[in-house]
């Protein structure tokens, strides 16, 4: 680098600049050798691209077996030149791929649903993250009760949930590609989809995450639709929901 060169934050933010290929200075403070100073800074340039493309394709393996290697690689080099690395860690990297999707007309339009499987891979990165262990649901705690009193029970959902709801069939699809079963799968269905840590992914309707939130707002049971008390014990059995309280024991 050159005598003058910039304080140590100001290099940095050049820098990064560059390899974004966005208007810097930086080139004019790298000595040049055998190559160029632009030279070098491509070279930069295509090991920071590759080591977020690896990044991306660990986040989202489930949009690269859908769109193949070639589309992938094209969709995540477009991520990483609009959505910088705002920090070191690259773990939390990834974060809007379905925004880098919708912004492409041409492959929403080929792939309707890509954008949402993105979304629901976003989820399961997050997921992935998460080791505490799910809180087992006290099934003894549903003997004996009466329409009354469950009425007025309030159900309270694990810690860390995360609730997708989409026009297309994506976490059945996540679940397919993940166990390469994709004979019989329609994608052209509505579909919500509930994330566990684990990552757990659990397909279900509308009325499944409508009944985590009406959880998450503290409501009764007696405040549930039809529709959601009809996937209430699928999801007590999936481990959605960690406790049940009744009003004469609050």
Request: glycine share 4%.
């Amino acid at each position: 680098m050159k005598d003058d060169a910039p304080d140590l934050a100001t290099l940095q933010t050049s820098f990064a600049q560059a390899l974004q290929y966005r208007p810097s200075d930086v080139a004019g403070l790298i000595t040049a050798n055998h190559f160029s100073a632009e030279q070098r800074l491509q070279i930069y340039r295509n090991n920071f691209v590759l080591s977020l493309s690896e990044v991306l394709e660990a986040t989202y393996p489930a949009v690269k077996a859908v769109v193949g290697d070639a589309c992938f690689s094209a969709l995540a080099r477009q991520h990483i030149l609009t959505a910088p690395l705002e920090q070191g860690d690259v773990s939390h990297y990834g974060g809007g791929f379905d925004q880098t999707i919708c912004a492409q007309p041409s492959l929403t339009d080929a792939v309707p649903y890509l954008a949402d499987l993105a979304a629901l891979e976003w989820l399961v990165d997050r997921a992935s993250m998460y080791d505490a262990a799910l809180a087992p649901f006290p099934l003894e705690k549903l003997q004996g009760l009466t329409e009354q009193r469950l009425a007025e029970a309030r159900l309270l959902p694990q810690p860390a949930c995360w609730l997708l709801d989409s026009d297309y069939a994506v976490a059945s699809l996540w679940l397919a590609i993940r166990d390469e079963q994709l004979d019989g799968l329609t994608i052209q269905t509505r579909e919500s989809a509930i994330v566990l840590p684990g990552p757990v992914v659990i397909a279900t309707t509308q009325a499944g995450t409508a009944l985590v939130q009406l959880a998450r707002q503290h409501q009764p049971l007696g405040q549930a639709s039809q529709e959601m008390l009809t996937v209430l014990g699928e999801l007590i059995a999936a481990q959605v929901f960690s406790d049940i309280h009744y009003a004469d024991d609050m």
